[in-house]
């Protein structure tokens, strides 16, 4: 993970992760995505997929997060006493799964395997109250799924110091 400035265009944080589970194992010890079915902002979860919607044992996902510290709110002169900032966001994954594990899976159903990247968006508005986010939030893949938001609003409750 790193942390990229862009001066007064704000900073991004940006986190790679990867993982490969070798040889044949049951299906709770191979990667299960981290979905969030509640109505909080994760930062280390896809918040529009579903818990257990993916496993893999081979994978690599990104997130990222760019924030302008006021850069557009700033000329509006209600939103500057407000000192709201604009933050955007986008994550992905992509993995697969061997057919060794697969034969494993009690349901060949669910959960399902990553055969395309799956990714999401959002928009959204930090320092209300100089403690909560809110943002909405885009899914942009898997859209066929059953029981799954294509979108969504959260809210993160946070503490700078």
């Known amino acids: ?28 010890l191979l990667e299960m995505h981290p ?22 044992d081979k994978y690599v996902s990104v997130a990222t997060t760019h924030h302008f510290n006021g850069l557009f709110f700033n000329r509006v002169p209600l939103f500057r ?14 993995g697969s799964l061997s057919a060794s594990n697969k034969a494993l899976l009690p349901d060949a159903e669910f959960p399902t395997n990553l055969t395309k990247p799956y990714y999401e968006a959002s928009a959204g508005i930090e320092n209300i109250m100089e403690f909560f986010r809110i943002d ?26």
Do not use: C
């Not at 006493?81 to 992509?94: F, T």
């Not at 909405?136 to 110091?161: E, M, Q, S, T």
């Open 1 to 28: 993970s790193d942390k990229i400035r862009f001066g007064a265009l704000g900073f991004t944080e940006v986190a790679l992760e990867g993982g490969i589970t070798w040889g044949t194992v049951p299906f709770p």
């Open 81 to 94: 006493k407000l000192k709201w900032r604009e933050v955007v966001s986008g994550k992905g994954v992509i």
């Open 136 to 161: 909405v939030v885009w899914r942009l893949a898997y859209l066929n799924h059953p029981d799954i938001a294509k979108w969504g609003i959260r809210g993160k409750f946070y503490l700078k110091f």
């Open 35 to 56: 979905g969030n079915e509640t109505y909080s902002y994760q930062d280390d979860a896809f918040n529009l997929m579903n818990y257990y919607e993916f496993i893999s």
